[in-house]
Structures are given as structure tokens and as C-alpha cells.
């Protein structure tokens, strides 16, 4: 069980939308930014930013104060491809009448493009960059949005460390977007060959704690939308071909 602190100089930096999207993130995956030690007990919230990129980590109590770190104007947040903590889930979620294989990542570690006005306001770097790449808003599930090109899932079936199904998901430049493991419902390899893609979303969504079924993931998919927190697009999906 974990339990969240802020100090009054963070909470002052994020503002209540920070404030709650830092608080809503499960933690059952994530590590320690001092320790790289699984996250548990009294956790601190630390925000890193030079006031145009904010990076939120998390620190245990141990390991750190809750604090804002001052950075230099050279401070940027990586890309996916530097490594971002990501979790990848599988569903078939019902856009309209129609199941279709759907993908959905999210970050353990929160990066924000900071916008300055009367109210602090905090994008999400990763949809922003899938934004900028041609992903689109999302803001219901009634249809799939628009297909990228050269955006392709890979799957490595019984590929992972333990034998577990794999996926590398690679933007045109051939940048990795995301590599690891997922694990795959009943059926949804037979959708992803019958359309040959599949829909990838991003953004704060808060699956870890929703138990992954496609009911719950449908839901919490939904609520994302209705936020303006979810964006996504068709990406190409395939298998491999055996090597002879």
C-alpha cells in the first residue's frame, strides 16, 4: 500500500490538475528514482522543472523530501525512445457495435509541457508527442480513429524473459516507442490478423488499478475521453514470420 505526500511548494507548482493527475497514477509498477527499489510505504512526490518542462517522479520517504528541483534551461524530458517506465495493456473494447484489438499505454513516470497564464496548465509530454506524430484527440469510442503510417506493433509471441507474449511497437524513424511484455485476452490476436492493425491509445488513464478486463479497461478508456486525456490511432500489427 502507498501513500502519497506532496509539499506545500509542489502542490503550489502543479496546481490542482497536476495535483490530481500525480495523485491518480497507480504505483504498483514503478520504482524508486533514487533507489530503483519497488515504490512502497510513505511515497514523495518530486517535481523536476526549468518552468517549461515539469518531470514528476516519485522518492521514498527514505530517500528524499517531497520537493520542486530547480533545472537548467537545457532540462528536457526524454522521448519513449530514452527509455520511458511504460505499461502496455491488450483489450477488445467495443467501438460502436464492433470489438476491436486495442492497445493501451501509459507512463509509471508523469512528464508535463508547462504552459503558463493565470492558471498553471500541464500537458502530457507523451500525448503530445503522439499528437505532433498524427495521432488524434480522442473524445468518444464510437468509431477508430484515423490509421498512422509507418507506426508498427510487432508481436513476439512467447518472447518475454519468462515466456510471456511480447510487443515492439516502432514510430517511422524506427525509434522504439515502446518494448516489453503484454499479455493478450482470448481473441484478440484473430481481430488484429482479420484488420491487420490495431488501435493504440495513450494518455492518463489509470488502468493498474482497474483489473485489466475489458469491461474495466472500455470504462476507464471512456472517462479518458470524456477528459480530453486520451489519444489515439490505428498502427499496423503483425507477427514475424518464422525463420526456415
Known amino acids: 500500500m502507498v501513500e502519497l505526500q506532496m509539499s506545500p ?11 490530481a493527475r500525480a495523485a491518480e497514477i497507480s504505483l504498483t509498477d514503478a520504482t524508486c528514482m533514487q533507489c530503483q527499489k519497488p515504490l512502497s510505504g510513505t511515497v514523495n512526490v518530486v517535481a523536476r522543472t526549468n518552468h517549461a518542462f515539469t518531470h514528476v517522479v516519485y522518492v521514498h520517504d ?12 537545457d532540462f528536457a524530458p526524454v522521448s519513449p525512445a530514452d527509455g520511458y517506465s511504460m505499461t502496455m495493456t491488450a483489450a477488445l473494447i467495443h467501438h460502436g457495435s464492433t470489438p476491436l484489438p486495442v492497445l493501451v499505454a501509459e507512463t509509471v513516470s508523469k512528464v508535463y509541457l508547462v504552459h503558463d497564464g493565470p492558471q498553471t496548465e500541464l500537458t502530457s509530454v507523451i500525448p503530445s508527442h503522439l499528437l505532433s506524430c498524427g495521432f488524434a484527440l480522442v473524445s468518444r469510442l464510437r468509431q477508430a480513429p484515423p490509421q498512422v503510417a509507418e507506426w508498427v506493433g510487432v508481436l513476439l509471441l512467447g518472447h518475454g524473459p519468462a515466456g510471456e507474449d511480447g510487443l515492439l511497437v516502432l514510430e517511422p524513424d524506427g525509434a522504439k516507442f ?10 484478440w490476436l484473430a481481430q488484429a490478423a482479420r484488420y491487420g492493425w490495431a488501435v493504440l491509445y495513450a494518455g492518463d488513464i489509470g488502468l493498474a488499478d482497474t483489473g485489466r478486463d475489458d469491461k474495466a479497461v472500455q470504462k476507464a478508456l471512456r ?8 489519444v489515439g490511432a490505428r498502427i499496423a500489427v503483425g507477427i514475424p514470420a518464422p525463420n526456415h
Open 223 to 230: 472517462t479518458a475521453a470524456q477528459a480530453g486525456r486520451l
Open 62 to 73: 527514505g530517500c528524499g523530501p517531497s520537493q520542486v528541483l530547480a533545472m537548467g534551461e
Open 9 to 19: 511548494e509542489v502542490r503550489t507548482l502543479l496546481g490542482p490538475d497536476g495535483m
Open 178 to 187: 515502446y518494448v516489453g511484455s503484454v499479455e493478450l485476452p482470448d481473441g
